[in-house]
């Protein structure tokens, strides 16, 4: 009896815990039904909510009441004013700066630059008229022949030998009366000396003897500054050109400038 008893107590447990099971087994799938069909019954609130944030952004970002940054504005203005300005369609050849104003010897260079590219664009055209070969040789354009060129050539060489000539004459005929000048002066020099030495020797002259030994002793002096002086002037056989400047102005009263 008491075996049977708690075979009875056994099983009527084992039922009970088996429908306690069976019942929260219930419950939760219960509950997750529940639970999908309060996320199946949100999702379209969700997803509109999902749609309306998209349209509100982009409504936002479209929306023409945000106002334009103001460096961004800025740009534009700048933009807008660099398109407004003239373009020119050939690049300038230099740059020139506000500042630094040209200088007087780049304003020379200019006009020169200037003026020499005027003149080699007419010396191009007067290249093409039917005178630019005898223009541009003006020797050539005289040339009439060989005959009247030797003649021209001739009498030009003439004169030049003559016009030599003259000045070698001047030279020579002022060289003669110099050197014959100085050649009378010592020869008069000489004819005192003898005489003077002759009176020393006889004693004729009134005057002492030591004057007379004096004056005869200064006659010799006179006479060596003459022969040193026509020796200088000598040196005038090299020519006026190879003499010294010296004795051309002390004794030809020549100023010969460098």
């Given at each position: 009896?008491?075996?049977?008893a708690?075979s009875?107590?056994v099983k009527?447990?084992?039922?009970?815990?088996?429908?306690?099971?069976?019942?929260?087994?219930?419950?939760?799938?219960?509950?997750?039904?529940?639970?999908n069909?309060?996320?199946?019954?949100?999702?379209?609130?969700?997803d509109?909510?999902?749609?309306t944030?998209?349209?509100?952004?982009?409504?936002?970002?479209?929306?023409?009441?945000?106002?334009?940054p103001k460096?961004?504005?800025?740009?534009?203005?700048?933009?807008?004013?660099?398109?407004?300005q003239?373009?020119?369609?050939?690049?300038?050849?230099?740059?020139?700066t506000?500042n630094?104003?040209?200088?007087?010897?780049d304003?020379?260079?200019?006009?020169?630059?200037s003026?020499?590219?005027?003149a080699a664009?007419?010396?191009?055209?007067?290249?093409?008229?039917?005178?630019?070969?005898s223009?541009?040789?003006?020797?050539?354009?005289?040339?009439?022949d060989?005959?009247?060129?030797?003649?021209?050539l001739?009498?030009?060489?003439?004169?030049?030998?003559?016009?030599?000539?003259?000045?070698?004459e001047?030279?020579?005929?002022l060289?003669?009366?110099?050197?014959?000048?100085?050649?009378?002066?010592?020869?008069?020099?000489f004819?005192q000396?003898?005489k003077e030495?002759?009176?020393?020797?006889?004693?004729?002259?009134?005057?002492?003897p030591?004057?007379?030994?004096?004056?005869?002793?200064?006659?010799?002096?006179?006479?060596?500054?003459?022969v040193?002086?026509?020796?200088?002037?000598?040196?005038?056989?090299?020519g006026f050109?190879?003499?010294?400047?010296?004795?051309?102005?002390?004794?030809?009263?020549?100023?010969?400038?460098?």
């Amino acid at each position: 009896m008491k075996h049977t008893a708690a075979s009875s107590s056994v099983k009527r447990q084992t039922r009970q815990s088996r429908r306690q099971s069976n019942d929260d087994a219930g419950d939760t799938y219960e509950s997750h039904s529940q639970n999908n069909e309060e996320a199946a019954n949100e999702s379209p609130d969700k997803d509109m909510k999902n749609t309306t944030d998209l349209d509100d952004l982009f409504e936002d970002k479209n929306s023409p009441d945000e106002p334009i940054p103001k460096e961004f504005d800025s740009y534009l203005d700048s933009l807008v004013d660099s398109l407004a300005q003239p373009r020119s369609e050939t690049p300038l050849p230099h740059t020139v700066t506000v500042n630094s104003p040209p200088q007087e010897n780049d304003l020379a260079a200019a006009q020169s630059v200037s003026h020499d590219g005027i003149a080699a664009l007419e010396v191009i055209n007067d290249q093409d008229s039917p005178d630019a070969i005898s223009s541009s040789q003006p020797f050539l354009a005289t040339y009439s022949d060989s005959k009247s060129e030797s003649r021209k050539l001739e009498e030009k060489i003439d004169r030049v030998l003559q016009a030599l000539k003259n000045s070698q004459e001047f030279e020579y005929r002022l060289a003669e009366e110099r050197l014959y000048a100085q050649k009378n002066e010592l020869c008069h020099l000489f004819q005192q000396l003898d005489k003077e030495r002759a009176d020393l020797a006889q004693h004729s002259s009134e005057a002492e003897p030591g004057v007379l030994l004096e004056t005869v002793q200064s006659r010799e002096d006179q006479i060596k500054d003459g022969v040193m002086k026509l020796k200088d002037m000598a040196e005038i056989a090299m020519g006026f050109g190879r003499t010294s400047k010296t004795i051309l102005k002390d004794h030809f009263d020549l100023d010969v400038e460098d």
